[in-house]
Nanobody, 119 residues
């Protein structure tokens, strides 16, 4: 079994910053791509940022230059530094990881952490 646990969400004023963390644990042989998604009320879940095992990152256009994704492979943890937050960034943020475990690969999701940006 593999678990992803997110932390770092909360309430922040527009223009503020938050740092999300997502730690993977369990029977993990290796972790490939990791990413952060978000889902606002009555909206579809969308990819915010993704990072490969080698550290190459990609971002949704709406967060480029404001958000930074990073990972610590030794800790099986991915981070999302969010700066210059806007009310439209309000959503539940989920992390996802491509994990090799027990001889097969799976996609694991965290339970989500709520980010609320007030205007």
């Amino acid at each position: 079994q593999v678990q992803l646990v997110e932390s770092g969400g909360g309430l922040v004023q527009a223009g503020g910053s938050l740092r999300l963390s997502c730690a993977a644990s369990g029977s993990i042989f290796s972790i490939n791509g990791m990413g952060w998604y978000r889902q606002a009320p009555e909206e579809e879940r969308e990819l915010v940022a993704a990072i490969t095992s080698g550290g190459s990152a990609d971002y949704h256009d709406s967060v480029k230059s404001r958000f930074t994704i990073s990972r610590d492979n030794a800790k099986n943890t991915v981070y999302l530094q969010m700066n210059s937050l806007k009310p439209e960034d309000t959503a539940v943020y989920y992390c996802k990881a491509g994990v090799t475990t027990g001889g097969y690969r799976l996609e694991a999701w965290g339970q989500g952490t709520l980010v609320t940006v007030s205007s």
